[in-house]
């Protein structure tokens, strides 16, 4: 009874922050605070149901809330998922500190390798110069949500309870799936929701109620790893068969979104992590995903839209093979701004090696919430001739150019600390356990490749997934006799 009342006092707040936002923003400040306050107290008695909805409140706050407000009121909507993880956190922290695992939690090879890659940033922004509050936001930008990291190794999850919040999760994406494969098959325009139109011959690109083809694109990529495994990993045949439709819807939506970036990093990321746990699996997968290709390639696209007039040429079905070469030719020819942001920061590098430029200088939101003097230095602002072009599109260059050699090392030894012994669990295990570890393994390896085209991890939306994600598998695949609950529910 509580936990339901917990629940409808969260939603009704909600409902009335949206509601009251369209006539008065200190309404919805008021408002969403309340909802705030309200999760953060029952994260107390359900630590775990509480950590999900944080994971997955960016998506609620960027693409849905902010989207049902008036504009003035988009900030404030954006950051609400970010006040919550900080509520929430400082709630586990006191609960982990009175009952002893909060110090255990950081026992990890992971946590100790983010410790050093922020004392790094600290050295680079003090050798550089860096304005505080530019090194700060830089650092906090990068890091806020891998404290779902040690969140999670705080409240402590057994195999059920990982399963339950990673079926959360792919649900969630199922459903998004389920709405872009609508949008192609009716009406792109389809429950008010908007296609954006394509550069090379795509027409449109779908993105369900994400708003942003690369981050639905990215979201699928995180879950399709959990069905392609489940399809010849789980026990019984039921959930194999639900895996199959899984995958292939997932694969469909993928194909839809024309995120190159994402094709990409399932093929070369979850590829790569799946072939190395489950040469059945690959097989598979690599079967479905071109089965899934030739059904978005074929099938009937805007079955509702109006007809043309009579006479007039019927509109364009997108198209995923030339649209594709011509993205791929763009590419080649140095004529892409991916590629010319990377050829921009050689000389960025070159000057400085081993510690970067600092945080919060290069690349991310907060170099252009505060002007860098990097960009003019080296031309890199004559690049952006698009003004709703923000970022680098690299996650990993921002970070090499930011943070230096050392400081990317750094971070990629916290990733593989928890990959490596991931993929060998996975390897190991049978059933409900090798379908999860995997998945959380193929998950990360894709997130991590389409970070290369993409700012994924430092998005929200899913760097929350990505760390939660290496959090779990940081307790499934303790040594035996290590604690893998540490906190009883309720």
């Known amino acids: 009874m509580a936990a339901l009342i917990t629940t409808a006092v969260a939603t009704l707040l909600l409902l009335g922050a949206i509601a009251i936002g369209q006539v008065s923003g200190p309404g919805f400040v008021v408002l969403g605070a309340a909802f705030v306050l309200v999760l953060a107290a029952g994260a107390w008695r359900w630590p775990r149901v509480v950590l999900m909805a944080v994971v997955l409140s960016p998506i609620l706050d960027r693409y849905i809330v902010a989207g049902l407000v008036p504009s003035s009121l988009g900030f404030v909507a954006h950051v609400t998922s970010e006040a919550l993880l900080a509520a929430v956190a400082i709630v586990i922290g006191i609960r982990g500190w009175r009952d002893g695992t909060l110090i255990p939690a950081f026992r990890h090879p992971t946590a100790a390798a983010l410790v050093a890659f922020a004392a790094l940033a600290v050295i680079s922004a003090l050798i550089n110069l860096v304005p505080p509050t530019v090194a700060l936001a830089g650092l906090a930008f990068t890091l806020d949500a891998a404290v779902l990291f040690v969140a999670v190794r705080v409240v402590g999850y057994d195999l059920t309870q990982g399963v339950a919040s990673v079926?959360?999760?792919?649900?969630?994406?199922?459903?998004?799936?389920?709405?872009?494969?609508?949008?192609?098959?009716?009406?792109?325009?389809?429950?008010?929701?908007?296609?954006?139109?394509?550069?090379?011959?795509?027409?449109?690109?779908?993105?369900?109620?994400?708003?942003?083809?690369?981050?639905?694109?990215?979201?699928?990529?995180?879950?399709?790893?959990?069905?392609?495994?489940?399809?010849?990993?789980?026990?019984?045949?039921?959930?194999?068969?639900?895996?199959?439709?899984?995958?292939?819807?997932?694969?469909?939506?993928?194909?839809?979104?024309?995120?190159?970036?994402?094709?990409?990093?399932?093929?070369?990321?979850?590829?790569?992590?799946?072939?190395?746990?489950?040469?059945?699996?690959?097989?598979?997968?690599?079967?479905?995903?071109?089965?899934?290709?030739?059904?978005?390639?074929?099938?009937?696209?805007?079955?509702?839209?109006?007809?043309?007039?009579?006479?007039?040429?019927?509109?364009?079905?997108?198209?995923?093979?030339?649209?594709?070469?011509?993205?791929?030719?763009?590419?080649?020819?140095?004529?892409?701004?991916?590629?010319?942001?990377?050829?921009?920061?050689?000389?960025?590098?070159?000057?400085?090696?081993?510690?970067?430029?600092?945080?919060?200088?290069?690349?991310?939101?907060?170099?252009?919430?505060?002007?860098?003097?990097?960009?003019?230095?080296?031309?890199?602002?004559?690049?952006?001739?698009?003004?709703?072009?923000?970022?680098?599109?690299?996650?990993?260059?921002?970070?090499?150019?930011?943070?230096?050699?050392?400081?990317?090392g750094a971070l990629l030894a916290a990733l593989a600390a928890v990959g490596i012994p991931a993929v060998m669990a996975a390897r190991r295990a049978v059933g409900r356990r090798h379908v999860l570890i995997g998945g959380i393994a193929g998950a990360c390896a894709a997130l991590i490749v389409s970070s290369v085209s993409t700012m994924t991890l430092e998005s929200n939306g899913v760097a929350y997934v990505f760390w939660f994600l290496l959090g779990l598998a940081s307790l499934l695949t303790a040594k035996v006799g290590a604690p893998t609950a540490l906190v009883p529910e309720g």
Request: no cysteine.
């Open 167 to 408: 079926a959360a999760f792919v649900a969630l994406v199922a459903v998004a799936a389920a709405v872009a494969f609508a949008q192609a098959l009716l009406d792109p325009n389809l429950f008010g929701l908007y296609a954006l139109q394509g550069r090379y011959g795509e027409v449109y690109r779908l993105s369900a109620f994400l708003g942003d083809p690369n981050v639905f694109g990215a979201f699928v990529i995180a879950a399709a790893p959990f069905a392609i495994l489940g399809m010849v990993a789980a026990m019984r045949r039921r959930w194999r068969l639900i895996a199959f439709g899984l995958a292939l819807l997932l694969l469909i939506a993928l194909w839809i979104s024309f995120s190159r970036g994402a094709w990409l990093a399932f093929f070369v990321g979850a590829g790569i992590a799946i072939a190395l746990i489950n040469l059945r699996a690959l097989m598979a997968g690599a079967a479905l995903t071109a089965l899934a290709f030739a059904i978005a390639l074929t099938m009937p696209r805007d079955l509702l839209v109006r007809p043309p007039a009579r006479g007039a040429s019927p509109p364009p079905r997108p198209d995923l093979i030339d649209s594709t070469i011509g993205r791929v030719d763009t590419v080649s020819r140095g004529q892409d701004l991916r590629t010319q942001f990377v050829l921009n920061a050689i000389p960025i590098l070159r000057d400085h090696p081993l510690l970067g430029v600092g945080p919060g200088r290069y690349g991310g939101a907060v170099a252009d919430i505060f002007p860098t003097p990097i960009y003019p230095e080296y031309g890199t602002n004559k690049l952006f001739s698009n003004p709703l072009q923000r970022t680098v599109d690299n996650f990993w260059l921002h970070i090499l150019i930011e943070s230096g050699v050392l400081g990317l």
